[in-house]
T-cell receptor, first 116, second 110 residues
Framework: DGGITQSPKYLFRKEGQNVTLSCEQN?????MYWYRQDPGQGLRLIYY???????QKGDIAEGYSVSREKKESFPLTVTSAQKNPTAFYLC???????????????FGDGTRLSIL | GQQVMQIPQYQHVQEGEDFTTYCNSS?????IQWYKQRPGGHPVFLIQ?????EVKKQKRLTFQFGEAKKNSSLHITATQTTDVGTYFC??????????FGKGTTLSVSS
């Protein structure tokens, strides 16, 4: 089955550590996205990538970094600079923009990150 | 930056009652998308509205896009317990990333 796989499902981080969240898709989608979800805050965009080897900051990129070396993969690193990293992280993908419009997104099951 | 306001934030209904969530933008949108997230799950795409004044139906769900393409609504007729979850609108402006509203969380008691 085609889809998006996020791993791990739960992740614990010690203070001062960097952690990397995995996101892999086999939908042959060009675009990939990372969101952070906190209670009552909806989905806030961290980073997105429209094509391999290119990505843009979203609304809350500080303390995070990404790479897009392969079409299928868009890992997110939560650095020690992110002072409040406890949240639910969602990865999504879509086909590329059509006429400048973003297309419907398919989401993974998410990773819950907590601070020890 | 661009924001999309979604109201109400929470809504509780008795099973069988109707439910509506509203999404408003200060700027004209090229189109709007709606998603549903079940408790403990991930958002799932429901529908996309493109044309001014467009109305689309999916069984008991009715989606509407305003004439000015600045607002949208999702109406559920005769809610069921399977409708519980958070409903998000996502606004599309050409050349920018999708902007999600904060969502409306629906609870239904039987």
């Amino acid at each position: 089955d085609g889809g998006i796989t996020q791993s791990p499902k739960y992740l614990f981080r010690k203070e001062g550590q960097n952690v990397t969240l995995s996101c892999e898709q086999n939908l042959n989608h060009d675009a990939m996205y990372w969101y952070r979800q906190d209670p009552g805050q909806g989905l806030r965009l961290i980073y997105y990538s429209q094509i391999v080897n290119d990505f843009q900051k979203g609304d809350i990129a500080e303390g995070y970094s990404v790479s897009r070396e392969k079409k299928e993969s868009f890992p997110l690193t939560v650095t020690s600079a992110q002072k409040n990293p406890t949240a639910f992280y969602l990865c999504a993908s879509s086909i590329g923009r059509i006429g400048g419009d973003n297309q419907p997104q398919h989401f993974g099951d998410g990773t819950r990150l907590s601070i020890l | 930056g661009q924001q999309v306001m979604q109201i109400p934030q929470y809504q509780h209904v008795q099973e069988g009652e109707d439910f509506t969530t509203y999404c408003n933008s200060s700027t004209t949108l090229s189109n709007i998308q709606w998603y549903k997230q079940r408790p403990g799950g991930h958002p799932v795409f429901l529908i996309q509205l493109v044309k001014s004044g467009e109305v689309k139906k999916q069984k008991r769900l009715t989606f509407q896009f305003g004439e000015a393409k600045k607002n949208s609504s999702l109406h559920i007729t005769a809610t069921q317990t399977t409708d519980v979850g958070t409903y998000f609108c996502a606004a599309n402006q050409a050349g920018t990333a999708l902007i999600f509203g904060k969502g409306t969380t629906l609870s239904v008691s039987s």
